[in-house]
């Protein structure tokens, strides 16, 4: 007789078959997510963190900023400087404010425009005008410049021959022409509504136009002109 003994099976278990994680185990896929963005906000609180730092840092230095027009040449005084609290992370090279006796004596090496930082190529050994370049003044009549004209325009001067003169054998139309940029515009003392425009140019126009005789007429341009 033989006797058939029934064993237990044993349990073909895979992975598939285990019961799901109980509720509020984490798995080490979002444990690892959370983490990654954890450092994400902890980088970006320590760049903010050194922004301002930085920039609380900056705010309270003092430079050197122009405090009215000075001309190219002239000796810089100091009536001609003020005192700017402002930012400079950029590292111009501004002038700061303990270094003004270093400036005040020595020349303003191109025009210095009221309100504008000062920076340290700006002052000393002439260099305005440049090789090639002239500075001239030439009196404008009134209704012949556009009343917007300010430093820094640019314009065209037209010189024309003073009661339809004769023309010169190089001119085509008998007027003179050239562009410039306008240094300043004043009024002019023996001349009832006359403006003295000075203006930077060529240095062969500005000959030109200097020994031109006529009635001179300025033409404002774009600033891409």
Do not use: C, K, Y
Request: charge should be neutral.
């Amino acid at each position: 007789m033989s006797v058939t003994t029934d064993r237990p099976r044993a349990a073909n278990t895979s992975t598939a078959d285990l019961p799901p994680s109980p509720t509020g185990t984490r798995r080490p896929g979002r444990r690892s997510g959370r983490r990654v963005v954890a450092g994400v906000l902890l980088v970006l609180a320590t760049v903010v963190t050194f922004w301002q730092v930085d920039l609380r840092r900056h705010i309270d230095e003092q430079f050197l900023a122009v405090a009215r027009d000075v001309p190219a040449g002239q000796v810089i005084t100091d009536a001609d400087l003020r005192v700017a609290r402002v930012a400079n992370p950029s590292g111009l090279a501004l002038v700061p404010a303990q270094d003004s006796g270093g400036i005040v004596g020595r020349t303003a090496t191109v025009p210095l425009v009221a309100g504008s930082l000062l920076v340290s190529a700006q002052v000393g050994p002439v260099a305005w005008p440049a090789e090639g370049e002239a500075v001239i003044a030439v009196p404008v009549a009134p209704g012949r410049a556009p009343t917007s004209l300010t430093a820094g325009s640019r314009v065209v001067v037209l010189v024309a021959p003073a009661g339809g003169g004769q023309l010169a054998p190089q001119q085509d139309d008998g007027v003179r022409r050239a562009v410039a940029t306008v240094v300043s515009v004043t009024a002019a003392a023996d001349q009832v509504g006359t403006q003295l425009v000075t203006v930077l140019l060529a240095a062969d126009e500005a000959e030109a136009v200097a020994s031109a005789a006529g009635d001179v007429t300025l033409v404002q341009l774009g600033p891409s002109q």
